[in-house]
């Protein structure tokens, strides 16, 4: 069982240009969620999906971030035309099920630097 | 609004004490409390889950307390080892946003030997 996996671990990109982040949940889990963690900063919650459904995207960023969740393949997480305001650590996690009381678990995350 | 507030300190403790944490919250009514573990560069590890009903968990090492009237938990660390330092991370999750973990700000614990 590998785990949340993150990739690419570290990216950077310059401002104007695109960011793809990627996330596959653990074996059979069916909810993602992701999260940004600024520098200095706590965590804050941006999107929680499940397969083909957004189920709440309340934490997003209005313009140029997006997510899905396909039937087949893993947990994307857009943004376009990055800002250097956008450099963060990203994270993922997942569960097998909502709200059923038991803890989440995360993938190591991606590094976003944007120069 | 709501806020969740973790000492913002470093606790620095020797080893073999018990460090104590504590997270407070205003505004919020949390079904589920729950504490996780983060190194340096890596992503939050799940330690412990709390309900609004019970007052105490405990895994290992780990107690965690939960007053809903005080709005507070804490969260012991027994018998502390070097392994121990890490950012400790409270976080709240209520009956109406299943999977939207709100997180507090973290406290930093340093176990020297």
């Known amino acids: 069982n590998a785990g949340v996996m993150q990739n690419p671990r570290h990216l950077v990109r310059r401002r104007g240009q695109e960011a793809r982040l990627r996330c596959s949940p653990m074996?059979?889990?069916?909810?993602v969620y992701w999260y940004r963690q600024l520098p200095e900063e706590g965590l804050k919650f941006m999107v929680y999906?499940?397969?083909?459904?957004?189920?709440?995207e309340s934490g997003m960023p209005k313009e140029r971030f997006s997510a899905e969740f396909p039937k087949e393949g893993p947990s994307i997480l857009r943004i376009q035309q990055v800002v250097r305001g956008d450099s963060a650590a990203y994270f993922c996690a997942s569960s097998p099920s909502g709200g059923v009381g038991y803890g989440y678990t995360f993938g190591s995350g991606t590094r976003l630097t944007v120069v | 609004s709501q806020k969740i507030e973790q000492n913002s300190e470093a606790l620095n403790i020797q080893e073999g004490k018990t460090a104590t944490l504590t997270c407070n919250y205003t505004n919020y009514s949390p079904a589920y409390l729950q504490w996780y573990r983060q190194d340096p560069g890596r992503g939050p590890v799940f330690l412990l889950l709390?309900?609004?009903?019970?007052k105490e968990k405990r895994k290992e090492r780990l107690k965690v307390t939960f007053d809903t009237t005080l709005k507070q938990s804490l969260f012991h660390i027994t018998a502390s080892q070097p392994a121990d330092s890490a950012t400790y991370l409270c976080?709240?999750?209520?009956?109406?946003?299943?999977?939207?973990?709100?997180f507090g700000a973290g406290t930093q614990v340093v176990v020297t030997p």
């Open positions: 999906l499940q397969k083909e459904n957004i189920i709440d």
């Open positions: 976080a709240l999750e209520s009956t109406d946003s299943w999977g939207k973990l709100q």
């Open positions: 074996k059979g889990h069916s909810h």
């Open positions: 709390i309900r609004e009903n019970e």
